[in-house]
């Protein structure tokens, strides 16, 4: 006799494996970048960016912080970080799109898109999230780096490695 699964379980499982700590909507998004509300061209970019950057981010973010629900100051610098990340990057793909990087200079005066705004928004926002984030790969800067090469017997440290 096999295991029966009921699909409104899984589906209630998979719901709860990809739910995001931070709730980032597009209106939240769109404020930041100062997009009208009303403005619906951008919503489908907007909800695909949402939906592929933020799992990212949260990862890494340790747990400890990402979770600490109570603290609700946390949670808002935590969601104003990832907010200004992924602004950021919004404003960059909208730099790249054909025509939005012209620029008109007379005289010293410029006028045109600004197109290092949203790179200022990414470093603002992951300097905001910077205290919070966990070692993705889990070494300390001292910590060596072993290398188990069958043909070569060699160990590398964090400083001989500096020089690459």
């Given at each position: 006799m096999g295991v029966q699964i009921i699909p409104k379980t899984v589906s209630s499982l998979l719901r709860n494996l990809h739910a995001m700590a931070i709730t980032i909507t597009k209106a939240d998004i769109k404020r930041k970048c100062m997009i009208s509300a009303s403005d619906t061209a951008y919503d489908n970019d907007i909800d695909a960016l949402i939906s592929d950057m933020q799992p990212g981010i949260e990862y890494t973010i340790a747990s400890a912080y990402l979770n600490d629900a109570g603290n609700t100051r946390l949670q808002a610098v935590l969601k104003l970080g990832i907010m200004e990340i992924l602004s950021g990057e919004f404003l960059q793909q909208l730099s790249r799109e054909a025509g939005a990087s012209g620029t008109v200079a007379i005289g010293g005066i410029t006028v045109g898109?600004?197109?290092?705004q949203g790179m200022k928004l990414i470093q603002q926002g992951t300097a905001r999230i910077q205290p919070f984030r966990k070692p993705i790969?889990?070494?300390?800067d001292k910590m060596p780096i072993a290398s188990t090469t069958?043909?070569?017997d060699r160990t590398f440290t964090t400083d001989s490695m500096r020089c690459w």
């Open positions: 898109s600004n197109a290092d790969d889990g070494l300390s069958s043909s070569v």
